[in-house]
């Protein structure tokens, strides 16, 4: 692959409005499949908002009607906002084709960004993004002096951790030692070449993921670096640490000629 370019679209005061990442991200998008610019990542911060993927269900959408943007990208619903660090890479794919091995080499760079400030993040299966993982369910910590056994999530499919309480919190989840998401990532292909991308969890206030069931996951909740590693990160340390590792994991693809 050619060199991967880095755009950097705004942060903090300047962060940028989703609707206008999305279309800068169309525009791109465009430009790229005419091979008019190279592959780019662009990497910003939003002010507060809910994104919902295709596959968002009704009852994972906040309960008090907050305005939801509703995007073509897969996975489910989310928030992104101040102190997240966001990037949409615009890349042309290899050929064939591989939707999972592009999520996966996101991820492999954020799991890389990761342990460079010291933390230890994995994958779980059949979940993407990247993850801190609790301790084993016999060793977690009993809620509300209840034992495990009776948590409501093992046995109601239709628990609601928005009408439950912090005790049940997505943002709580590193107390109750329960694995919790560092990084989401939800993606589209079309025409051979990518778009959104994933969000980071360096600084945010966690509590805005309370109001909705983040991801469509109920038995899981949200970190951040910060929150982790017991120390204030910012997201512009973040960033040439993320460029780096982006650049390394994204420029060993090799994208083949078009079958003719």
Same mark, same amino acid.
């Given at each position: 692959?050619?060199?991967?370019?880095?755009?950097?679209?705004?942060?903090?005061?300047? =962060?940028?409005?989703?609707?206008?990442?999305?279309?800068?991200? /169309?525009?791109?998008?465009?430009? /790229?499949?005419? #091979?008019? &610019?190279?592959?780019?990542?662009?990497?910003?911060?939003?002010?507060?908002?809910?994104? =919902?993927?295709?596959?968002?269900?009704?009852?994972?959408?906040?309960?008090?009607?907050?305005?939801?943007?509703?995007?073509?990208?897969?996975?489910?619903?989310?928030?992104?906002?101040?102190?997240?660090?966001?990037?949409?890479?615009?890349?042309?794919?290899?050929?064939?084709?591989?939707?999972?091995?592009?999520?996966?080499?996101?991820?492999?760079?954020?799991?890389?960004?990761?342990?460079?400030?010291?933390?230890? =993040?994995?994958?779980?299966?059949?979940?993407?993004?990247?993850?801190?993982?609790?301790?084993?369910?016999?060793?977690?910590?009993?809620?509300?002096?209840?034992?495990?056994?009776?948590?409501?999530?093992?046995?109601?499919?239709?628990?609601?951790?928005?009408?439950?309480?912090?005790?049940?919190?997505?943002?709580?989840?590193?107390?109750?030692?329960? #694995?919790?998401?560092?990084?989401?990532?939800?993606?589209?292909?079309?025409?051979?070449?990518?778009?959104?991308?994933?969000?980071?969890?360096?600084?945010?206030?966690?509590?805005?993921? #309370?109001?909705?069931?983040?991801?469509?996951?109920?038995?899981?909740?949200?970190?951040?670096?910060?929150?982790?590693?017991?120390?204030?990160?910012?997201?512009?340390? &973040?960033?040439?640490?993320?460029?780096?590792?982006?650049?390394?994991?994204?420029?060993?693809?090799?994208?083949?000629?078009?079958?003719?």
């Amino acid at each position: 692959m050619s060199e991967l370019r880095f755009v950097h679209l705004g942060f903090g005061a300047d =962060a940028v409005e989703y609707q206008e990442a999305w279309q800068e991200q /169309r525009r791109v998008h465009a430009a /790229r499949f005419a #091979d008019e &610019v190279p592959d780019t990542c662009l990497l910003l911060e939003h002010p507060p908002v809910y994104t =919902a993927g295709r596959r968002t269900a009704d009852d994972e959408r906040p309960l008090d009607g907050t305005p939801v943007v509703d995007v073509d990208r897969g996975g489910k619903i989310t928030w992104h906002g101040p102190g997240q660090l966001v990037g949409y890479p615009i890349l042309k794919l290899p050929r064939p084709v591989d939707v999972v091995a592009h999520v996966r080499r996101l991820e492999e760079a954020l799991l890389l960004t990761c342990a460079e400030f010291g933390l230890e =993040a994995t994958r779980v299966e059949g979940r993407s993004g990247v993850w801190v993982l609790g301790d084993p369910l016999e060793e977690r910590r009993a809620l509300g002096g209840l034992n495990l056994d009776f948590d409501p999530r093992v046995a109601d499919e239709e628990f609601d951790p928005r009408l439950s309480g912090p005790e049940y919190a997505p943002s709580n989840a590193g107390q109750r030692r329960e #694995d919790r998401k560092l990084a989401q990532i939800g993606v589209r292909v079309a025409k051979g070449v990518t778009m959104h991308g994933f969000s980071l969890n360096v600084n945010p206030d966690t509590t805005w993921f #309370d109001r909705i069931v983040p991801c469509g996951i109920r038995d899981a909740g949200v970190t951040s670096l910060s929150e982790e590693l017991g120390r204030e990160i910012t997201v512009a340390e &973040v960033l040439p640490v993320i460029e780096k590792h982006l650049r390394a994991v994204l420029e060993s693809s090799v994208p083949l000629p078009r079958a003719v």
